[in-house]
T-cell receptor, first 113, second 110 residues
Framework: KAGVTQTPRYLIKTRGQQVTLSCSPI?????VSWYQQTPGQGLQFLFE???????NKGNFPGRFSGRQFSNSRSEMNVSTLELGDSALYLC????????????FGQGTRLTVV | GQQLNQSPQSMFIQEGEDVSMNCTSS?????WLWYKQDPGEGPVLLIA?????ELTSNGRLTAQFGITRKDSFLNISASIPSDVGIYFC??????????FGTGTRLKVLA
């Protein structure tokens, strides 16, 4: 069974630009969560999607948005990039029901210059 | 952002030694997960705990779900060099998100 796939692995963007990251969950998993990881703040929850609906959202500005498609693949978008958005963005998939084990992808390393 | 208290923050140990780390929260959780993360990679799930008092093993790893549901413990027996990495706990409260610990950085001296 394939694991969680995140693309791209690495990105370099300029301040003010926007970026879209993609996550393909494990086959059969309907929940996708996104996290931002930085050395200073650790793993911070961005949002969670289940069956194309956002069920929970973390404390991030509106520049951070996401969506989920009918095949459970998810994208997150960051607009008007700031230097502080440089981080490892991780996606986790789970079945979303009573089984709450979450499996992570390798992440996308975003560098804003 | 919200994070769980995890200790120790870092530890250096000799190969062959046992390791213990713990995670505490002010909130009750329904599920505790333990992950290991290598540099530049995503966290890998090690153990999942679902019931208060539950003790679960995965090879040399043993984790326990605290009776109060506000803490969890991870033990690694007979450490080896490949145990190096950052270990995270995560609590799931049922509100569709996981809260992560601050991480324990483990370094094993051969």
């Amino acid at each position: 069974k394939a694991g969680v796939t995140q693309t791209p692995r690495y990105l370099i963007k300029t301040r003010g630009q926007q970026v879209t990251l993609s996550c393909s969950p494990i086959s059969g998993h309907r929940s996708v969560s996104w996290y931002q990881q930085t050395p200073g703040q650790g793993l911070q929850f961005l949002f969670e999607y289940f069956s194309e609906t956002q069920r929970n959202k973390g404390n991030f500005p509106g520049r951070f948005s996401g969506r989920q498609f009918s095949n459970s693949r998810s994208e997150m978008n960051v607009s008007t990039l700031e230097l502080g958005d440089s981080a490892l963005y991780l996606c986790a998939s789970s079945q979303g029901g009573g089984n709450t084990e979450a499996f992570f992808g390798q992440g996308t390393r975003l560098t804003v210059v | 952002g919200q994070q769980l208290n995890q200790s120790p923050q870092s530890m250096f140990i000799q190969e062959g030694e046992d390791v213990s780390m713990n995670c505490t929260s002010s909130s009750i959780f329904n599920t505790w997960l333990w992950y290991k993360q290598d540099p530049g990679e995503g966290p890998v799930l090690l153990i999942a705990l679902y019931k208060a008092g539950e003790l679960t093993s995965n090879g040399r790893l043993t984790a326990q779900f605290g009776i109060t549901r506000k803490d969890s413990f991870l033990n690694i027996s007979a450490s080896i060099p490949s145990d190096v990495g950052i270990y995270f706990c995560a609590g799931f409260s049922g509100t569709y998100k996981y809260i992560f610990g601050t991480g324990t950085r483990l370094k094993v001296l051969a």
